[in-house]
């Protein structure tokens, strides 16, 4: 156990509105990089179901618009990574927001993950369930998926979010998104159930919210090193969750990444001819799923988009490497080269994801000719 250094504030703010819930941690973040607030944690849960788009997904790539109208269900783009989820009043948010100039604070993304989810896994232990943390960023309990979570910078403050399960829609979730055919759909729901579990899965008599909260209360103070002070929103966090809604409401927030590539998206469905190329492709990676959208002239790229679940950070360098990468041959090693060196002069970190294999899905599609 470590021994208690500072102080840090605990807002547990109950339920809030759906999109709330990803606006505050964006606000406290600006807040703590601005030095007008403290290293903070967030406790909350969203009244009312959303879907919640990762910074660096299509939206209508990943997500079935149109049902989610029907439902009336909120699109919420996040400022971290990762994929589309469905999320509801079943699960507990954790939102840490913490200074990178703190001691406490590991100096990469990937020890970010290791440190701060030490408290989530051990809070399952507590329960009764035999969690374990997986890298990049997944808590498990035999292979199964107890917890989501991601992380990002905003400034000089480190954000990282996640989510303890008691609960999971795991039909709403299949329908959510947006898949080739209804027979997909099925067995996307039927591997959801497979891969992922929840508490009420796990245990015959869950615990109650609030003693989940004490236990994750003390947990990150025992595995920060910190004393969890509980405290309110500031005036100015007030004033920055207000002027955030109103910009994670609109469509130019939640169409972000088609907004940045218009030019390119609207070729996608069309025949290029002579010496222009489009493909698209789609590659794994341990860090998430990783796409890549490219045209090419003489071999050399012309245009380029790079979208998936993956994370990215600082986040808003994807759309500087795709910059430096116009005109650049398509070819894996020298690609590798350029990628490692972005990588380097603007401190990139993407957990689980290379250089190489952005460098490999470029190239596949590229040879993806339409």
Same mark, same amino acid.
């Given at each position: 156990?470590?021994?208690?250094?500072?102080?840090?504030?605990?807002?547990?703010?109950?339920?809030?509105?759906?999109?709330?819930?990803?606006?505050?941690?964006?606000?406290?973040?600006?807040?703590?990089?601005?030095?007008?607030?403290?290293?903070?944690?967030?406790?909350?849960?969203?009244?009312?179901?959303?879907?919640?788009?990762?910074?660096?997904?299509?939206?209508?790539?990943?997500?079935?618009?149109?049902?989610?109208?029907?439902?009336?269900?909120?699109?919420?783009?996040?400022?971290?990574?990762?994929?589309?989820? %469905?999320?509801?009043?079943?699960?507990?948010?954790?939102?840490?927001?913490?200074?990178?100039?703190?001691?406490?604070?590991?100096?990469?993304?990937?020890?970010?993950?290791?440190?701060?989810?030490?408290?989530?896994?051990?809070?399952?232990?507590?329960?009764?369930?035999?969690?374990?943390?997986?890298?990049?960023?997944?808590?498990?309990?035999?292979?199964?998926?107890?917890?989501?979570?991601?992380?990002?910078?905003?400034?000089?403050?480190?954000?990282?979010?996640?989510?303890?399960?008691?609960?999971?829609?795991?039909?709403?979730?299949?329908?959510?998104?947006?898949?080739?055919?209804?027979?997909?759909?099925?067995?996307?729901?039927?591997?959801?159930?497979?891969?992922?579990?929840?508490?009420?899965?796990?245990?015959?008599?869950?615990?109650?919210?609030?003693?989940?909260?004490?236990?994750?209360?003390?947990?990150?103070?025992?595995?920060?090193?910190?004393?969890?002070?509980?405290?309110?929103?500031?005036?100015?966090?007030?004033?920055?969750?207000?002027?955030?809604?109103?910009?994670?409401?609109?469509?130019?927030?939640?169409?972000?990444?088609?907004?940045?590539?218009?030019?390119?998206?609207?070729?996608?469905?069309?025949?290029?001819?002579?010496?222009?190329?489009?493909?698209?492709?789609?590659?794994?990676?341990?860090?998430?799923?990783?796409?890549?959208?490219?045209?090419?002239?003489?071999?050399?790229?012309?245009?380029?988009?790079?979208?998936?679940?993956?994370?990215?950070?600082?986040?808003?360098?994807?759309?500087?490497?795709?910059?430096?990468?116009?005109?650049?041959?398509?070819?894996?090693?020298?690609?590798?080269?350029?990628?490692?060196?972005?990588?380097?002069? %603007?401190?990139?970190?993407?957990?689980?994801?290379?250089?190489?294999?952005?460098?490999?899905?470029?190239?596949?599609?590229?040879?993806?000719?339409?």
């Amino acid at each position: 156990m470590s021994v208690l250094t500072s102080d840090w504030r605990l807002l547990d703010l109950g339920d809030l509105p759906p999109t709330t819930t990803q606006v505050v941690y964006h606000a406290v973040a600006t807040a703590v990089d601005e030095n007008a607030s403290p290293n903070t944690i967030i406790f909350c849960s969203p009244s009312d179901p959303l879907v919640c788009l990762g910074y660096h997904q299509e939206l209508e790539t990943e997500v079935d618009v149109d049902y989610c109208r029907q439902k009336h269900l909120p699109i919420v783009r996040r400022i971290l990574g990762g994929g589309a989820v %469905y999320l509801d009043n079943n699960q507990l948010f954790y939102q840490i927001m913490a200074s990178r100039s703190d001691p406490a604070v590991p100096r990469s993304i990937q020890g970010l993950f290791e440190k701060f989810l030490a408290a989530p896994t051990k809070t399952y232990n507590d329960m009764g369930i035999p969690a374990r943390y997986r890298p990049v960023n997944d808590i498990e309990v035999e292979g199964r998926k107890i917890s989501g979570n991601g992380a990002t910078e905003v400034g000089a403050c480190y954000v990282l979010t996640g989510n303890i399960i008691f609960d999971f829609n795991f039909d709403e979730m299949a329908r959510i998104l947006r898949v080739p055919s209804e027979k997909f759909r099925d067995k996307v729901a039927k591997t959801l159930r497979e891969r992922l579990t929840t508490i009420k899965k796990e245990l015959a008599e869950p615990p109650s919210r609030d003693l989940v909260k004490r236990l994750l209360r003390g947990n990150y103070e025992a595995t920060l090193g910190v004393k969890l002070v509980e405290g309110t929103l500031t005036s100015k966090e007030r004033k920055l969750v207000e002027s955030l809604e109103s910009k994670y409401r609109s469509q130019e927030w939640l169409y972000l990444v088609e907004s940045e590539h218009k030019g390119l998206i609207q070729k996608r469905n069309l025949k290029i001819s002579g010496r222009s190329y489009l493909g698209e492709a789609i590659q794994k990676t341990p860090g998430g799923l990783l796409r890549a959208l490219v045209e090419t002239l003489d071999d050399k790229i012309e245009d380029i988009m790079i979208t998936g679940d993956f994370s990215f950070v600082p986040q808003g360098q994807v759309k500087t490497l795709e910059a430096e990468l116009i005109q650049k041959e398509v070819a894996q090693e020298a690609l590798s080269r350029t990628i490692h060196d972005f990588y380097r002069r %603007y401190d990139v970190e993407s957990p689980g994801m290379t250089p190489e294999d952005i460098a490999s899905v470029i190239v596949q599609a590229s040879a993806k000719r339409s």
